[in-house]
């Protein structure tokens, strides 16, 4: 009995991790979306990776749910779709906290056309830091894997005193 068990739960992440890729697999082709890999987020990952994560925890979190995976895997691939360097002491963005989501959103209309509940996920992925809370519940699936994430990212960087990132590419 336990062996099925394991079986059935073997067979369902694969499954998950096939229809995961079904839902994202146009947007990884994306340039836009490859060179997130060449951003470093939280100090240890690259963006790609970080938000590789958060989609693929956030789509398994809504499919048990029963809500719409597609729809949060998409976005939370998308969420941090900004193309600059947040630690540059150059850089001229001022805000990031607020800002990023519009600049995320802004480009992931580029890309792809967006459905309500992928672009308001996006747009409020901030939540808790800034004022406005996600309109749909797929939304606060992606808020708070982000913030899941993101800590998680930061002890392990603070752990490896900041060594090579680990990069979703090769």
């Not at 947007?27 to 590789?52: A, G, P, T």
């Not at 906290?97 to 995320?104: E, F, G, L």
């Not at 996920?121 to 606060?140: C, D, F, N, Q, S």
Request: one cysteine or more; charged letters at 25%.
């Amino acid at each position: 009995m336990a062996f099925s068990i394991v079986k059935r739960y073997r067979e369902y992440r694969i499954n998950a991790i096939n229809e995961f890729y079904l839902h994202i697999n146009d947007l990884l082709e994306q340039e836009s979306v490859q060179q997130l890999d060449d951003f470093i987020q939280h100090f240890c990952h690259s963006r790609l990776k970080h938000s590789m994560d958060v989609a693929y925890y956030s789509f398994f979190i809504a499919k048990v749910f029963g809500w719409d995976a597609r729809s949060t895997a998409r976005a939370g691939l998308l969420h941090d779709l900004f193309l600059y360097d947040r630690y540059n002491e150059d850089c001229d963005h001022k805000n990031h906290t607020k800002n990023h989501p519009i600049i995320a959103l802004e480009n992931a209309r580029k890309i792809t056309e967006l459905n309500d509940i992928e672009a308001n996920i996006i747009r409020r992925h901030m939540w808790l830091a800034t004022l406005v809370p996600p309109r749909y519940k797929e939304g606060y699936i992606v808020t708070f894997v982000d913030k899941y994430c993101a800590a998680k990212e930061l002890f392990q960087g603070m752990l490896s005193g900041h060594k090579e990132p680990v990069k979703a590419i090769g």
